[in-house]
Structure formats: structure tokens, C-alpha cells
């Protein structure tokens, strides 16, 4: 069974940066798509960024090209160490959330937008990593 564990999520003032972390196991194949969702207080959880294993492909959510996250977020995987990362610059508190690392598998070519907005589902979750940041 695929098991996600989240870690890098504290306290931090607006400006700062984090590195979440999200170390995975139990991989059966290469076949897989990986990303980070978020959840903010009263809000409902939706997608950041995700990177397809079996090209390196990275997504972020369109959304995020249009507003103040453009170019703050950076995806990246350590495949060696079977880690994906989400580095978080110029941090706000409206970034403040629950971050999810998320992980659907067996599908080829799967679409990495389509994975961040539910079209395939989600396989497996972490636990989540809360961030908090003050103004």
C-alpha cells in the first residue's frame, strides 16, 4: 500500500518561505501521479501542483498563473529518495492551509490539471502538514 507522509508545514511570517516535503513508499510501478492540494480554514481543498513520475511533467493549477501565487510555488521530486517537494516563496497569510500531498496510480498519460480539479480521484492522502502564516 502507498503510504505519504507530509512534514515541513510551521509558523512563518508573511515574506518567509517553507519546504514541504512529502515522502512516499510502496510504489508498485512508475505509473503514477503525485501532487500537493491545500485546505484553508472554511474553505474547500483544491489542488496546487503535482508532478507525473514518468516524464518529470510538472502541473500547477491555472488558477495560479493569474493571481499572487505566480512563481512563488515550485514543485520538485528527489526520485532516489522518493521524495516530492513544494519550496514556497514570498509566503501570505491567505497561503495559511492544510497542505495534502495526494497520489493517483496506474493511470498512463494522465492529465496533471485533471488530477489537481478530481476528474480521476485521489488513491491515496497524507496526513497533511498545517502551514500558518502571520502578518
Known amino acids: 500500500e502507498v503510504q505519504l507522509v507530509e512534514s515541513g508545514g510551521g509558523l512563518v511570517q508573511a515574506g518567509g518561505s517553507l519546504r514541504l516535503s512529502c515522502a512516499a513508499s510502496g510504489f508498485t510501478s512508475d505509473d503514477y501521479i503525485i501532487g500537493w492540494f491545500r485546505q484553508a480554514p472554511g474553505k474547500e481543498r483544491e489542488g496546487v501542483s503535482c508532478?507525473?513520475?514518468?516524464?518529470?511533467?510538472?502541473?500547477?493549477?491555472?488558477?495560479y498563473y493569474e493571481d499572487s501565487m505566480k512563481g512563488r510555488f515550485t514543485i520538485s521530486s528527489d526520485n532516489a529518495n522518493n521524495t516530492v517537494y513544494l519550496q514556497m516563496n514570498s509566503l501570505k497569510p491567505e497561503d495559511t492551509a492544510v497542505y495534502y500531498c495526494a497520489t493517483t496510480v496506474g493511470i498512463d498519460g494522465i492529465w496533471g490539471l485533471g488530477f489537481l480539479r478530481g476528474y480521476y480521484g485521489v488513491d491515496y492522502w497524507g496526513k497533511g502538514t498545517l502551514v500558518t502564516v502571520s502578518s
Open positions: 508532478i507525473r513520475n514518468s516524464d518529470g511533467r510538472t502541473y500547477y493549477e491555472d488558477s
